[in-house]
């Protein structure tokens, strides 16, 4: 926004008089005061009620530069002695550079808010706050020294701060800020007039009307183009707001859509899981209902048999009898074992305790309580494990060598034997249950711990198991931080090896 100096001209005059005289010969200085005058206080008046309606700092600057440029232009033609402080004749010669001062802060702060100098350069807007400031020191020293004093002074900060408005707003506008434009545009008029009075004023200029209404005019001009620039600026604004807006509901609404599409996602994934589960859930109860039976069908009707042998003193029916009823009740013992085990760890109630435990004492303890299965099918187990020890939790290292043992007996031929032993590497302790049975296909061997479902097996006396045992084993071992695999060839057998880590002992020096 532009401010007038003009009135610095009159101080290098050393005929006051033929100045004033030439203004007064021609009605077209009035004239053009007029057009002037009338264009700034209607343009002050618009851009402050712009103020109170958008609130746009911008415009209170413009406006108090806009109402001190005209205070300028008054004092500088005489106006004010004759309208304004008549009681204070000769005033004007020196109170128009207060107001120049003045208007130079305001013009300042305004090209650093109109330009977003704080966004775009920070050296710049240091530069507009040091205008700002000299602005400021021009009016203060007026007041104390006056105008003689500071005169040189006053026009060097006139000839170097116009020209740093129209160099800040190029390099603003070349970082592609488009009111800069504008702001460029709107300068050129007012900085030519008040360079062309400040050239006259140093005597450098002749005398003519056009020189004398330099100012007016390119203020006049100013005036105009700047109240386009601040119109593009709010255009600019509200374009930019309505496409950060647009933006931000199109974000919105591929957000909405991307999260649309996991959702599905996440559905039919959680529904095909969900089937899975049903399905399997359906064939694990029957299979638990058709395997419950088998035992409970072994067991229906033994009172009867019992009283009717007792009678008929056959004693060797009674004892078979009895291995029936001790092959049923284990049968229907360890199955419920499993089908608790299993519960337990899939609501994860597991409790895990691990200890450092002898194997030996603790596979032999589990060997025992299947030596009487073992030897209704005349199976020998044969325990190699002499030493060693594990960090593991008991109760699941030993559900695992149960379930181990039960189904190496359940899948071993008559009078064969089931082999227990136990090696370290690689600081682990392996151990090893192998029977004699009719083993299974590799491709069998490797799917016995991937798959989720359960399918129901066939051991040499019709012993019926499906799965749930090895899943129980598999779970326990990876809770212990340890693994199990298998090894299995048709003829020959098959082998189960778990291992367990083992806690080195610390000994002191």
């Not at 400021?136 to 007041?143: A, E, F």
């Not at 807006?245 to 599905?264: H, R, S």
């Amino acid at each position: 926004m532009g401010l007038d100096f003009s009135g610095v001209s009159n101080i290098v005059y050393q005929d006051v008089e033929t100045l004033h005289t030439f203004k007064g010969n021609t009605d077209l200085p009035s004239l053009l005061l007029g057009v002037f005058f009338g264009l700034m206080i209607v343009m002050a008046l618009y851009n402050l009620l712009l103020y109170f309606s958008l609130r746009d700092r911008a415009y209170l600057l413009y406006v108090g530069t806009t109402v001190f440029a005209i205070l300028t232009t008054v004092s500088t033609n005489g106006l004010g002695d004759e309208y304004l402080w008549p009681n204070h004749p000769g005033i004007d010669s020196t109170i128009y550079v207060v107001f120049a001062g003045i208007s130079m802060a305001f013009s300042s702060r305004f090209a650093a808010l109109f330009l977003q100098l704080k966004l775009y350069s920070k050296r710049l807007d240091q530069l507009m706050w040091l205008i700002c400031a000299l602005g400021i020191l021009v009016s203060v020293l007026t007041i104390i020294l006056g105008i003689d004093p500071i005169k040189e002074f006053v026009r060097w900060i006139v000839l170097l701060s116009f020209p740093s408005y129209i160099v800040t707003g190029y390099i603003i506008y070349r970082k592609n800020y488009k009111p800069a434009k504008f702001y460029l545009i709107a300068w050129v008029p007012y900085v030519l007039g008040l360079l062309t009075r400040t050239m006259h004023g140093a005597g450098w200029l002749p005398t003519n009307q056009l020189v004398l209404s330099s100012i007016e005019l390119g203020g006049a001009l100013e005036i105009v183009l700047l109240s386009f620039a601040l119109a593009y600026r709010i255009k600019e604004m509200k374009r930019e707001l309505l496409e950060k807006e647009l933006e931000k509901e199109q974000f919105k609404t591929k957000l909405l859509k991307d999260q649309k599409v996991i959702l599905e996602q996440q559905v039919e994934r959680r529904t095909k899981e969900l089937s899975r589960a049903n399905a399997t859930k359906d064939k694990f109860f029957s299979i638990i209902a058709h395997d419950l039976r088998n035992p409970m069908i072994g067991l229906q009707g033994v009172g009867q048999k019992l009283e009717y042998f007792i009678k008929k003193d056959r004693q060797e029916k009674l004892l078979e009898m009895g291995g029936q009823i001790d092959r049923s009740i284990d049968q229907l013992n360890h199955l419920l074992n499993n089908l608790l085990n299993w519960a337990v760890s899939q609501t994860g109630g597991i409790s895990y305790n691990p200890q450092i435990h002898q194997v030996a004492p603790l596979i032999q303890e589990n060997i025992d309580l299947y030596k009487s299965l073992a030897k209704s099918k005349e199976v020998t187990l044969k325990n190699e494990i002499v030493e060693g020890e594990l960090y593991a939790d008991l109760n699941a290292v030993s559900t695992i060598i149960r379930n181990l043992l039960s189904n190496a007996i359940k899948f071993t031929e008559n009078r064969s034997t089931v082999l227990l032993k136990a090696h370290e590497s690689d600081n682990m302790i392996h151990i090893t249950v192998r029977d004699q049975g009719k083993g299974m296909s590799p491709e069998m061997a490797q799917s016995l711990f991937k798959s989720n479902d359960f399918e129901t097996t066939i051991g040499t006396r019709g012993e019926k198991g499906f799965g749930l045992g090895l899943r129980l084993c598999k779970e326990f071992t990876e809770m212990n931080q340890g693994t199990i695999s298998v090894e299995s060839e048709f003829g020959k057998g098959t082998s189960f090896t778990v291992s367990f880590p083992i806690t080195i002992k610390i000994t002191s020096a």
